[in-house]
């Protein structure tokens, strides 16, 4: 009972961390803060017995640095270490697996790889709120209600989110005319 109660306070750090990472208008500071989300998500999600959810968010912290180098040059992210991540992802699923909600995580992970291997930010904001959503039923499933809370401000976060960003780009067209 003390790891759920721990746990759920772990949550709310990582939700609120998380919810504002989609904030951020450039994709390395997205990725750094969500990094540091992913750190809380781990240990919450251990600390649950949720562990294939854990170790997806040890190697999203992993993808995130990696990525993050390439970002921070304003380099393309290299296909073969987009692949590397998602094999790697694959193989800790394969031997994480318990049961089909275990490829919950996996699946996600491979998404959050895919999106976070474009350059442009919005895809990757389009692909945090989609992921957001199949956190959702995960967490509901494993009693993290605080993150079902979270994951409900993630998808609210991504769309305000994008609506600012949108608006940000109208209003520099009329300004540049």
Same mark, same amino acid.
């Not at 450039?26 to 294939?52: D, E, N, R």
């Given at each position: 009972?003390?790891?759920?109660?721990?746990?759920?306070?772990?949550?709310? &750090?990582?939700?609120?961390?998380?919810?504002?990472?989609?904030?951020?208008?450039?994709?390395? #500071?997205?990725?750094?803060?969500?990094? *540091?989300? #992913?750190?809380?998500?781990? *240990?919450?999600?251990?600390?649950?017995?949720? &562990?294939?959810?854990?170790?997806?968010?040890?190697?999203?912290?992993?993808? %995130?640095?990696?990525?993050?180098?390439?970002?921070? %040059?304003?380099?393309?992210?290299?296909?073969?270490?987009?692949?590397?991540?998602?094999?790697?992802?694959?193989?800790?699923?394969?031997?994480?697996?318990?049961?089909?909600?275990?490829? &919950?995580?996996?699946?996600?992970a491979i998404l959050y790889t895919?999106?976070?291997? *474009?350059?442009?930010?919005?895809?990757?904001?389009?692909?945090f709120g989609f992921c957001a959503?199949?956190?959702? &039923?995960?967490? *509901?499933?494993?009693?993290?209600?605080?993150?079902?809370?979270?994951?409900?401000?993630?998808?609210?976060?991504?769309?305000?989110?994008?609506?600012?960003?949108?608006?940000?780009?109208? %209003?520099?067209?009329?300004?540049?005319?």
């Amino acid at each position: 009972m003390k790891n759920v109660l721990y746990a759920q306070l772990i949550s709310i &750090f990582a939700m609120l961390t998380i919810s504002f990472s989609v904030q951020c208008r450039k994709k390395k #500071h997205m990725m750094m803060v969500q990094s *540091f989300a #992913h750190m809380l998500y781990a *240990f919450q999600y251990a600390l649950l017995g949720a &562990f294939s959810a854990a170790y997806m968010d040890i190697i999203a912290v992993l993808r %995130n640095l990696l990525f993050y180098k390439y970002d921070k %040059n304003r380099k393309q992210i290299p296909i073969f270490l987009s692949i590397s991540v998602i094999i790697l992802t694959l193989l800790v699923g394969y031997f994480s697996y318990n049961n089909i909600l275990s490829l &919950f995580p996996v699946i996600i992970a491979i998404l959050y790889t895919i999106g976070a291997s *474009f350059k442009d930010p919005k895809v990757y904001k389009y692909v945090f709120g989609f992921c957001a959503i199949g956190w959702l &039923f995960y967490n *509901f499933r494993f009693k993290a209600y605080v993150c079902v809370i979270g994951n409900i401000m993630e998808v609210v976060s991504t769309i305000i989110a994008l609506i600012r960003e949108n608006k940000y780009k109208r %209003n520099n067209k009329k300004r540049n005319k």
